[in-house]
């Protein structure tokens, strides 16, 4: 049973024939997260019985709960195609369609964001890997450069890819990469409303943002809102030297942290093979859990409530998402 049904049964049983229906100021909080062993491991075959959840420390009844694997998905690709970025991407295309294949079934369903300065919608949802990574090569192919001139110096932008669609409102963009809108928007616009089971992105960039009208915070709070986890797979160009850069060290922060807010994580391309990565991303896509619980302490409250999932077994640890905006 989903959400929906699972609320309109409460709702129902609530009611006898003899009364007026009513309505019901339901605060429903949705946390899809992830639980490994002592070993690492991803640990399965846990129920509802085995956790208990924290609002802002007062305990919460759990009102539904799932294993991914049985649950449709929604995934959000989100690739970053500014200049230190895009050779990674297209070297790494036949990775991704493996992922995908061996990730998606029948009844999931991913989507396709390329971004710079601009973001935009490449492929809408598909269950077709071959479509999606079709898309990413047709876009490579079409995309034309714009150039800016900033203080009369000339630099580039991803510029504008003739047909395909903008997300986000127009911005005015004098520089390269807009990251934190390329999290925002795609959720505003495809995940933020849909109720298709788990949801989550993965986003390949370095983190480094020079154009965005929102912020990390404003990511990591769309993200959260949405029941969203971020998966982050950091490429970061080093200087000549090898060197990490100020810039560099500010954009790995910046994946770790919205990443690690949201109950996903955070990869580095440089330590492994990015097949090993994408393996251990489906493998948790596939083996981690959603619960529901109605919050119990938020009537006229806007603040932010931390979220504590607390395993009643001691040999396994818990990854989720750290909390919400009760709006």
Excluded: W
């Excluded at 997260?33 to 956790?51: E, I, K, P, W």
């Excluded at 370095?206 to 769309?222: F, K, V, W, Y």
Aim: glycine share 8%; proline share 2%; aromatic share 8%.
């Amino acid at each position: 049973m989903g959400l929906r049904g699972a609320l309109a049964l409460i709702v129902l049983a609530a009611l006898s024939p003899a009364q007026e229906p009513f309505r019901v100021d339901v605060h429903l909080v949705n946390v899809a997260f992830a639980v490994r062993d002592s070993q690492g491991l991803l640990a399965g075959n846990l129920t509802a019985d085995d956790f208990q959840v924290f609002d802002d420390g007062v305990p919460q009844k759990i009102a539904f709960f799932a294993r991914s694997s049985d649950l449709p998905l929604s995934l959000g690709l989100i690739v970053d195609m500014s200049g230190s970025q895009e050779k990674f991407v297209k070297d790494h295309r036949r990775d991704l369609e493996k992922f995908l294949k061996h990730t998606l079934t029948g009844r999931d369903r991913a989507f396709l964001v390329c971004f710079g300065n601009h973001i935009r919608l490449v492929s809408d949802f598909t269950d077709s890997p071959e479509s999606l990574t079709d898309a990413l090569h047709d876009y490579e192919k079409g995309k034309v450069r714009d150039f800016t001139k900033i203080g009369g110096v000339e630099g580039h932008s991803d510029g504008r890819a003739r047909g395909f669609t903008e997300l986000g409102p127009p911005e005015h963009r004098v520089l390269g990469t807009a990251f934190y809108d390329a999290i925002v928007e795609p959720i505003a616009e495809r995940l933020k409303a849909d109720e298709h089971g788990s949801r989550a992105l993965i986003v390949f960039s370095d983190g480094e943002d020079n154009s965005s009208a929102h912020n990390m915070l404003d990511a990591i709070e769309a993200a959260q809102a949405a029941d969203v986890r971020v998966f982050a797979i950091r490429y970061t160009e080093l200087d000549r030297h090898g060197a990490l850069n100020a810039r560099n060290k500010y954009g790995i922060s910046v994946m770790a942290r919205i990443a690690r807010e949201t109950g996903g994580a955070d990869f580095d391309a440089r330590e492994k093979d990015l097949a090993s990565h994408f393996k251990e991303i489906g493998d948790d896509l596939r083996n981690s859990y959603q619960l529901a619980y109605h919050a119990s302490n938020v009537d006229g409250d806007k603040s932010f409530h931390k979220i504590v999932i607390r395993s009643k077994r001691s040999d396994v640890t818990v990854r989720a998402k750290t909390g919400y905006f009760a709006r």
